[in-house]
């Protein structure tokens, strides 16, 4: 099965940023679309971007539309999730999904693996 490492979380002031990585080993498939999301105690967790096997098409949630930039490097299996302007309500643990289909989901349940979660700390 595919086997997903984030790394890069950390402690950043608000206004700064940080880039997350996500490094895939394990069962390769293609048309696998990538996801970011975010969890706090206590809350669902919530979609942040997500974007298809080739690239061509990304989606943000709302609350970081305009902040935050979904990439990835299929040679290199790696997905990114570039963070600018950075919030104290961005304070989460953040992990890494992907699922064996192109189409973009935004829902946890349409994603097959996931990584252990990276945490981010912003503060004020």
């Known amino acids: 099965q595919v086997q997903l490492v984030e790394s890069g979380g950390g402690l950043v002031q608000a206004g700064g940023s940080l880039r997350l990585s996500c490094a895939a080993s394990?069962?390769?498939?293609?048309?696998?679309?990538m996801a970011w999301f975010r969890q706090v105690p206590g809350k669902e967790r919530e979609f942040v971007a997500a974007?298809?096997?080739?690239?061509?098409?990304?989606r943000y949630g709302d609350s970081v539309k305009g902040r935050f930039t979904i990439s990835r490097d299929n040679a290199k299996n790696m997905a990114y999730l570039q963070m600018n302007s950075l919030k104290p309500e961005d304070t989460a643990v953040y992990f890494c999904?992907?699922?064996?289909?192109?189409?973009?989901?935004?829902?946890?349940?349409?994603?097959?693996?996931w990584g252990q979660g990276t945490q981010v700390t912003v503060s004020s």
């Open positions: 999904a992907a699922r064996s289909a192109s189409l973009i989901a935004s829902t946890q349940s349409r994603y097959d693996y």
């Open positions: 394990g069962r390769a498939f293609s048309s696998a679309a």
């Open positions: 974007i298809t096997w080739s690239g061509g098409s990304t």
